[in-house]
């Protein structure tokens, strides 16, 4: 298994303690996602563009299933030459946490359509954020919509958008029956409070779009104090809804796994051609 939403924290070094904790918790690997811009939260640590880079780089380095996605601010001025300098030096992909500005800023448009083009993906976070701010009405999953503009963009709305779960399967079954150029994947990182999570995944997998391929499991844990049990709770809990829902294990497999891999563009699994849904579907 694989955990695709992993954050890194202030000043941790012990990766050995951080892979113990991860297998503890039943995965081989995961996404490993930057620190935090500066200008987003507030100072976290090493937070220059290069500084953040490199401990990302050097995290990961010598461990082939830990993936390093470059958290961007894409409002910064040098955004784009961010992106430039972390695929040159090997990123497998970005996040981006729209908390100040709209997806559809043309700024923020440009840096997203450098990032496609360099055929990276981006995990966007989407659903209430719990900062303290202005910041619920930029990461509503419709507020994503000009995305469908970029040809070839592939991203990941996070958290499936919770509170916003309904409005984000109508978002993935528009790109579905409209965009055959834009891959839209969902993240099952909670989000979802457990009192939720089975109406989701049920309306997930019984709409009648073909998302069983574009469904990522991630824990949001973190670097610093990666809570095994936590996860396994988590793994659990879908793991007996999916059952309920008659998935078979390959479905299965694939959401907990080989997903994430064709998210980020390094799958070997054979890709089916998606079944696109037809209008008032």
């Not at 009405?137 to 995305?147: K, T």
């Not at 916003?164 to 969902?186: H, Q, R």
């Not at 996860?231 to 008659?246: F, H, K, N, T, V």
């Amino acid at each position: 298994m694989l955990d695709g939403h992993i954050h890194m924290r202030l000043g941790v070094e012990d990766r050995d303690e951080f892979l113990r904790r991860l297998e503890a918790g039943g995965f081989a690997g995961g996404v490993v996602i930057s620190n935090v811009p500066s200008n987003c939260y507030g100072p976290d640590g090493p937070n220059t563009p290069m500084k953040r880079l490199d401990k990302l780089l050097a995290w990961t380095h010598g461990q082939p299933e830990l993936f390093p996605l470059y958290w961007i601010d894409p409002m910064s001025e040098d955004a784009l030459a961010q992106v430039a300098t972390a695929v040159e030096r090997g990123v497998i992909g970005f996040k981006v946490i729209c908390m100040k500005f709209a997806i559809r800023e043309p700024r923020a448009m440009d840096v997203f359509r450098a990032i496609a083009e360099a055929g990276k993906p981006i995990l966007f976070h989407s659903g209430i954020l719990w900062d303290n701010g202005d910041s619920s009405r930029y990461n509503r999953p419709g507020e994503f919509e000009p995305l469908l503009s970029i040809e070839g963009i592939r991203f990941a709305l996070a958290h499936v958008s919770w509170p916003w779960c309904d409005e984000c399967i109508a978002v993935f079954g528009k790109v579905l029956a409209t965009s055959p150029n834009v891959n839209m994947y969902i993240d099952l990182t909670p989000g979802t409070p457990p009192i939720y999570r089975k109406e989701v995944l049920t309306k997930l997998f019984t709409v009648g779009y073909d998302v069983a391929e574009n469904l990522i499991f991630g824990t949001d844990g973190s670097t610093d104090n990666y809570n095994a049990p936590w996860a396994r709770e988590w793994i659990e809990r879908d793991r007996q809804i999916y059952a309920e829902l008659g998935l078979d294990e390959q479905t299965v497999g694939d959401v907990f796994g080989e997903n994430l891999r064709r998210f980020l563009g390094i799958s070997d699994a054979p890709a089916h051609e998606r079944k696109r849904p037809k209008v008032g579907e």
